[in-house]
């Protein structure tokens, strides 16, 4: 976040990234390679070291054993480099077989609208994908002809999902005399009047621009603990009018703002990424960390005290989504092989190494992960998914929303704009995406 959007880089190298991929792509041909085999090439932004990265690593095995005289080129660019030349890269001449791309109507409702990405329909009924795939995990893998999330074909296929926790230190709580997990609103507050009257700042956050998820989280997270399924799926999905000046977004971008005040996020966040909020936590500098599931496999391994972890106590919804989306270029040349990788990656073997690497599944068997830490954590992870009571991300429903609400996070993070400024340009930049998605 999905983006994934998590392990993105920094927009120039990014960039950089990606032309050395588009590069590649245009020494390749579809038609055959050195070793007198067809050249298959897959171009995605996960990182090695998680949990998915690893489970890609294995399917990438099993791939090239099953298809020996096909050339398999794995190339990687970053979440940001692809988003902002997608269309570039997918509408060439020379394009890959299989993408990884952004979810929601401002990514992959802009790719499939302009034609530029495959329907899936016929392989999910052949693969049984739809059996993996099931709720609220299908909301962002199907969109309609003009680009809308929600419903229509299948053009994206998952792997994981993704739910957002406070991760937090147990030393620094007890320091501050937390005996136990809070368990409402009130208690969550409470516990980080004692953090900071402790010296320690409660929750380790960012709001640089364009790299300053965590604002944005924290911000969604106090909105969605107030929003019902009809306040999010009006928002998400385009449903219905959205009126930014009521509940749940007034009470939760005035919480919001209190927080910020009272130094509950920290100071001088604007000069803030998310990689240096994670690296505050793991240093024991902040009492909690809110992300995903993607620096899980991290603090687990990287932590020196002993953390835990729970979603935002008292919410009604929690933030959450499937992952990112395998998809096939309309202009790829090795289609069929491409299905047959994306089937690969939803393979048990693969599944389960990615769910005993805590990266939460969508066709893994919980019961069968080892450690309880992992198991505990994707057992919550499902109960959320079985509840129907994840409010998604924020940047999906129009085009330009990451940029814009990442820009204001870092405004309202700097004392230059009160909640009820950002909620008046909320409603404008909203209300003219939403007429830019539904005219197609």
Request: some cysteine; charged content about 20%.
């Amino acid at each position: 976040m999905h983006r994934t959007p998590h392990r993105r880089s920094l927009r120039i190298t990014a960039i950089a990234t990606l032309a050395l991929a588009v590069a590649a792509l245009t020494g390749c041909s579809s038609a055959g390679s050195a070793s007198g085999g067809k050249t298959f090439t897959i171009l995605q932004y996960e990182d090695k070291t998680t949990a998915q990265g690893q489970g890609w690593q294995l399917a990438l095995q099993i791939f090239k054993k099953k298809h020996p005289d096909v050339d398999v080129k794995f190339q990687t660019t970053s979440f940001d480099g692809f988003r902002k030349n997608a269309k570039l890269v997918l509408g060439g001449n020379k394009v890959p077989d299989v993408v990884e791309f952004n979810k929601g109507n401002a990514d992959g409702g802009q790719l499939t609208s302009q034609g530029l990405l495959q329907d899936l329909d016929d392989q999910v009924t052949k693969y049984g994908w739809d059996d993996k795939i099931t709720g609220s995990m299908q909301s962002f893998a199907k969109y309609d002809q003009q680009g809308k999330a929600g419903s229509g074909k299948w053009y994206g296929i998952p792997n994981v999902g993704e739910y957002v926790t406070f991760y937090y230190n147990k030393d620094k709580f007890k320091q501050a005399g937390i005996t136990a997990e809070p368990t409402t609103m009130a208690e969550f507050v409470t516990d980080m009047q004692k953090l900071k009257g402790a010296g320690t700042t409660p929750i380790s956050s960012s709001a640089a621009v364009n790299q300053g998820f965590n604002q944005m989280w924290i911000w969604y997270s106090l909105v969605s603990a107030a929003a019902d399924r009809k306040h999010i799926d009006d928002f998400m999905f385009l449903k219905g009018k959205v009126d930014f000046s009521k509940d749940p977004w007034k009470t939760g971008t005035e919480e919001f703002q209190d927080w910020i005040d009272k130094g509950y996020v920290g100071k001088d966040l604007g000069g803030l990424n998310y990689e240096q909020a994670t690296v505050n936590f793991l240093s024991g500098k902040t009492g909690m960390l809110i992300w995903n599931n993607g620096v899980f496999s991290r603090i687990k391994d990287q932590s020196t005290f002993g953390w835990g972890s729970f979603t935002l106590p008292g919410a009604s919804m929690s933030m959450g989504s499937s992952g990112h989306l395998w998809g096939v270029p309309a202009k790829a040349g090795n289609k069929e092989l491409a299905y047959d990788w994306i089937n690969t990656t939803l393979s048990k073997r693969v599944q389960d190494k990615i769910g005993e690497l805590g990266g939460l599944p969508l066709a893994g068997d919980t019961d069968a992960i080892s450690d309880p830490v992992t198991k505990a954590y994707t057992q919550r992870f499902d109960e959320v998914v079985a509840d129907d009571t994840l409010s998604f991300y924020p940047d999906y429903p129009v085009p330009g929303f990451l940029d814009f609400i990442q820009n204001n996070m870092s405004a309202m993070s700097n004392g230059n704009e009160t909640a009820d400024e950002y909620l008046t340009k909320l409603q404008q930049f909203y209300d003219d995406g939403k007429k830019t998605v539904n005219q197609g």
